[in-house]
């Protein structure tokens, strides 16, 4: 059986008066996401992890932000997609560990409802995926509140 594993990072600005979207949950911010899509950086960590762990590039390559197709679109079509590739591939998902540094607002409340999200578009139980939350105590982009960074990485096996 063959083994991968991929990491992904991303990263959006933050600003006034947008909605906040993180593993397709709507979290309740003053702030929200500047992006071509609907700014779910959470998401696009975890499909680039996919993506970096069968080297198929990244999300940039496959939806990119230039792209008419891909404005305002729900970031969960996108990892439904990703997954699409992933099978495709021959490969399934083991598990995906996802971590969320944001100064604000805490997100303990949602990381049920995140995991519960991700795993459903994933088809793989809950307990395959974890997310986590961290300040960066008040250091950096992050820190002052200019931008939300995530971290992801997910391991793969193949089918055979
Ligand atoms: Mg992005």
Request: glycine letters at 10%; a negative charge.
């Amino acid at each position: 059986m063959d083994i991968r594993i991929g990491n992904g990072y991303d990263v959006h600005a933050l600003a006034s008066g947008l909605p906040l979207w993180l593993c397709g949950v709507q979290i309740e911010s003053e702030t929200g996401c500047v992006a071509h899509s609907d700014g779910d950086v959470a998401i696009h960590a975890l499909c680039d992890a996919l993506l970096g762990a069968l080297a198929l590039g990244d999300i940039g390559k496959h939806f990119p932000d230039t792209s008419d197709e891909f404005r305002g679109i729900d970031s969960k079509i996108l990892l439904r997609r990703t997954m699409d590739m992933v099978k495709d591939a021959g490969y399934r998902v083991g598990n995906a560990d996802i971590t969320i540094a944001l100064q604000r607002p805490k997100l303990a409340a949602y990381i049920t409802r995140m995991r519960e999200n991700l795993a459903g578009v994933m088809g793989v139980q809950v307990t395959a995926v974890s997310v986590k939350a961290t300040t960066t105590e008040k250091l950096g982009f992050v820190g002052r509140s200019e931008g939300c960074e995530v971290f992801a990485t997910a391991l793969l096996f193949s089918n055979e």
